[in-house]
């Protein structure tokens, strides 16, 4: 079945210390999205690309970065995480975007403890 | 400032009954609304959606219900099935620089009881 996974499904890290979190998909698109989601509030859009098009959301911070190799794979690094990082964290895709009805597929998500 | 809400956290339906998510948005601008459905350890996966054209969209037991006047949206399950319980997420469809990117309320967590 065509999918978009994610890696690890929990991940641990300590205050300060790098942490890459993978997306993988089969569906073969050309978006893919990063969201964070904390408890009990909204996913928020972090970046996305379109093929190799990086686009960030203004508020998103610099801490956050990624990195798409190819159009499968696409990564989130955290580069110093603070405690305030911890949160559910989840990759999207959608064929191209540019349509209004051009719906996005989850990941799982990757839950982010940050000690 | 939240453009999509989502004001009940929760709800309790008995089986059998009609289920009412409610869904609010502020920005007139939004021309697409959509229902994710996620169950725990899983993502949100899509349900149902509705263009700004139509008032309605029916499928099979999900109908979701536009009021752009009202900037409301709802998403009615009849009858309620105890494997709708789940989180539902209301999402608003916007284009910005050339794609379309999801604005997300807060989800409301539905629980439908036996």
């Known amino acids: 079945d065509a999918m978009v996974i994610q890696n690890p499904r929990y991940q641990v890290t300590q205050f300060g210390k790098p942490v890459t979190l993978s997306c993988s998909q089969t569906?073969?698109?050309?978006?893919m999205y990063w969201y964070q989601q904390k408890s009990s509030q909204a996913p928020k859009l972090l970046f996305h690309y379109y093929d190799k098009d990086f686009n960030n959301e203004a508020d998103t911070p610099d801490n956050f970065q990624s990195r798409r190799p190819n159009t499968s794979f696409c990564f989130l690094d955290i580069r110093s995480p603070g405690l305030g990082d911890a949160a559910m964290y989840l990759c999207a895709t959608s064929r191209d975007g540019l349509g209004i009805t051009d719906t996005q597929y989850f990941g799982p998500g990757t839950r982010l403890t940050v000690l | 400032d939240q453009q999509v809400k989502q004001n009940s956290p929760s709800l309790s339906v008995q089986e059998g009954r009609i289920s009412i998510l409610n869904c609010d948005y502020t920005?007139?601008?939004?021309?697409?609304f959509l229902w994710y459905k996620k169950y725990p350890a899983e993502g949100p996966t899509f349900l149902i959606s509705?263009?700004?054209?139509?008032d309605k969209n029916e499928d099979g037991r999900f109908t979701v219900f536009l009021n752009k006047s009202a900037k409301h949206l709802s998403l009615h399950i009849v009858p309620s099935q105890p494997g709708d319980s789940a989180v539902y997420f209301c999402a608003a469809s916007a284009r910005d620089s050339g794609t379309y990117k999801y604005i997300f309320g807060t989800g409301t967590r539905l629980k439908v009881l036996a």
């Open positions: 509705i263009s700004s054209i139509k």
């Open positions: 569906l073969n698109h050309n978006v």
């Open positions: 920005n007139s601008m939004f021309d697409y």
